[in-house]
């Protein structure tokens, strides 16, 4: 059993110190009951909003000093943190110049980065392949002994990306979004199918609030391995919380040996 806490939250548009104020207040409210989580979930880019034309003024350096702060938290408090993703700048090597990521990192209870993953597919109805550096691998991490994967958010459109992280051994897939309304039917079914079809689960983070035209509905969800909603969010700011039975994923395996059946012969 694993509980897991989704912080549900608005951005303020280009400003990581008070997007970074905020969640320390929802951090907080998360960590107040009495039996705290196991894993907390942010949405995507949560540092700096899609402020994507400043992102080389406003993003982090290397995880600082966003991924610090919280690996304090994650060692203080005892917790996992799967830490959304940030906009991060890095240079992969001393030759390279740095450049824009939009990166996903994971803290354990320790407070140590157990996953560093860069988005992969980049939005491009949002202009965010002119600012944004690609990544270029499938990152899987283990959480309290569990398998998980990353996506964020436009990933989950890609379904051959999504198998190959089920296939590295994937359990629970962890999505931080930042996905608009007038797409929220697409948001929802494609976390409802990756989770049937990968027989897994599947955790959705999206944001809430404004940017300019763009409204973003939240409905962050948490999808079980048989493709049922165990939890949907509303529309608001805050924290939803569930719990999650990992011998769910192995039950419907053995049920529909989707794994056992697949023919890579004949697709590719
Ligand atoms: N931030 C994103 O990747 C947005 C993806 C999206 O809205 C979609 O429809 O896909």
Same mark, same amino acid.
């Given at each position: 059993?694993?509980?897991?806490?989704?912080?549900?939250?608005?951005?303020?548009? +280009?400003?990581?110190?008070?997007?970074?104020?905020?969640?320390?207040?929802?951090?907080?409210?998360?960590?107040?009951?009495?039996?705290?989580?196991?894993?907390?979930?942010?949405?995507?880019?949560?540092?700096?909003?899609?402020?994507?034309?400043?992102?080389?003024?406003?993003?982090?350096?290397?995880?600082?000093?966003?991924?610090?702060?919280?690996?304090?938290?994650?060692?203080?408090?005892?917790?996992?943190?799967?830490?959304?993703?940030?906009?991060?700048?890095?240079?992969?090597?001393?030759?390279?110049?740095?450049?824009?990521?939009?990166?996903?990192?994971?803290?354990?209870?320790?407070?140590?980065?157990?996953?560093?993953?860069?988005?992969?597919?980049?939005?491009?109805?949002?202009?965010?392949?002119?600012?944004?550096?690609?990544?270029?691998?499938?990152?899987?991490?283990?959480?309290?002994?569990?398998?998980? +994967?990353?996506?964020?958010?436009?990933?989950?459109?890609?379904?051959?990306?999504?198998?190959?992280?089920?296939?590295?051994?994937?359990?629970?897939?962890?999505?931080?979004?930042?996905?608009?309304?007038?797409?929220?039917?697409?948001?929802?079914?494609?976390?409802?199918?990756?989770?049937?079809?990968?027989?897994?689960?599947?955790? +959705?983070?999206?944001?809430? +609030?404004?940017?300019?035209?763009?409204?973003?509905?939240?409905?962050?969800?948490?999808?079980?391995?048989?493709?049922?909603?165990?939890?949907?969010?509303?529309?608001?700011?805050?924290?939803?919380?569930?719990?999650?039975?990992?011998?769910?994923?192995?039950?419907?395996?053995?049920?529909?040996?989707?794994?056992?059946?697949?023919?890579?012969?004949?697709?590719?």
């Amino acid at each position: 059993m694993l509980k897991v806490s989704l912080i549900q939250m608005d951005l303020a548009h +280009g400003d990581p110190v008070e997007n970074r104020r905020k969640l320390e207040g929802l951090l907080r409210e998360a960590l107040k009951p009495k039996v705290k989580p196991d894993v907390i979930v942010l949405p995507e880019m949560w540092n700096t909003g899609y402020a994507l034309e400043r992102l080389s003024e406003i993003a982090d350096r290397d995880g600082r000093p966003t991924i610090e702060w919280l690996k304090k938290v994650a060692a203080e408090n005892g917790i996992n943190i799967v830490a959304g993703s940030i906009a991060d700048i890095r240079s992969e090597s001393p030759a390279e110049e740095p450049r824009v990521y939009n990166t996903a990192y994971v803290i354990n209870r320790s407070g140590e980065v157990v996953a560093r993953y860069d988005k992969v597919h980049r939005f491009r109805l949002m202009g965010e392949e002119k600012y944004v550096a690609p990544g270029e691998r499938a990152v899987t991490f283990d959480l309290d002994g569990v398998t998980c +994967g990353l996506a964020i958010c436009y990933d989950i459109r890609f379904p051959e990306f999504i198998r190959k992280i089920a296939l590295l051994g994937a359990r629970i897939l962890f999505v931080p979004a930042q996905w608009p309304k007038p797409r929220q039917m697409h948001w929802k079914l494609l976390n409802m199918v990756r989770a049937i079809e990968n027989q897994f689960y599947v955790v +959705g983070v999206n944001r809430v +609030g404004s940017q300019g035209k763009a409204v973003f509905p939240g409905i962050s969800l948490v999808v079980n391995p048989w493709g049922e909603v165990l939890l949907e969010a509303d529309e608001k700011e805050g924290i939803f919380e569930t719990t999650i039975d990992l011998s769910a994923v192995d039950k419907v395996r053995r049920y529909i040996p989707v794994f056992e059946d697949r023919r890579p012969d004949v697709y590719y």
